[in-house]
């Protein structure tokens, strides 16, 4: 029969990697649990390097944590059934409908707890999410403030160096890596992969945590 045998030391190592490489950048990033079902030894292993806020597509695996001191986000879609826990057990979610942002407004306002929403909009790409033409309907009825760089011409915003206001008659996505053509970029970054620059990095990173050991 076959067998999975998971490296925790692996996991471990690998996780402290990647939180040092990305705290270097200025990085934030959540561990998605989905692909190991929530696993307990897991999250304990990357709990021990500073790691207390994870991710996942399935209420059951978020439920599996009785750690006070975690914090989980949900990114998957849910079920109507599983939105009292979404509120109960997650402190954020992504969502893509609006009534089932209603819903979750109100459970939160029941449980008397804040309930962040990361709303996905479709643009047009036939996926999932708020369709475009519904944005300005939930922004007028959630009170959604509109970001100050909207009426300056940001139309599409990313990362500072990769974005620009458009101009008159431009599509609205066209003030988005308008430099693309001139340099192996992405988001105003140099490509370290291409230059050898992540691999450096990484070693470098690499005899730092084997000279702590």
């Not at 979610?93 to 479709?122: C, F, P």
């Amino acid at each position: 029969m076959a067998q999975l045998q998971i490296n925790l030391s692996k996991i471990k190592y690998n996780g402290h990697v990647l939180n040092a490489l990305c705290s270097q950048n200025n990085i934030c990033f959540t561990p998605v649990t989905k692909c190991v079902a929530g696993d307990s030894k897991i999250i304990e292993v990357l709990k021990d390097i500073g790691m207390t806020h994870f991710a996942d597509a399935r209420i059951d695996n978020i439920t599996k944590s009785k750690d006070t001191n975690l914090s989980f986000a949900m990114i998957g879609t849910t079920n109507q059934y599983e939105l009292e826990d979404v509120v109960r057990y997650t402190n954020i979610s992504i969502q893509t409908e609006i009534e089932t942002i209603r819903q979750l407004n109100n459970l939160a306002g029941k449980q008397q707890v804040k309930h962040q929403i990361l709303l996905m909009v479709d643009w047009k790409d036939a996926r999932e999410g708020i369709l475009t033409y519904d944005v300005i309907d939930y922004i007028k009825e959630n009170d959604v403030p509109e970001h100050p760089l909207y009426a300056k011409g940001y139309t599409s915003i990313g990362c500072a160096p990769c974005s620009r206001p458009i101009q008159n008659g431009e599509n609205n996505r066209s003030g988005r890596w308008w430099w693309e053509d001139e340099a192996p970029k992405e988001c105003g970054m140099n490509c370290t992969i291409s230059t050898g620059n992540f691999e450096r990095e990484a070693e470098q990173i690499f005899a730092e945590i084997r000279a702590n050991q």
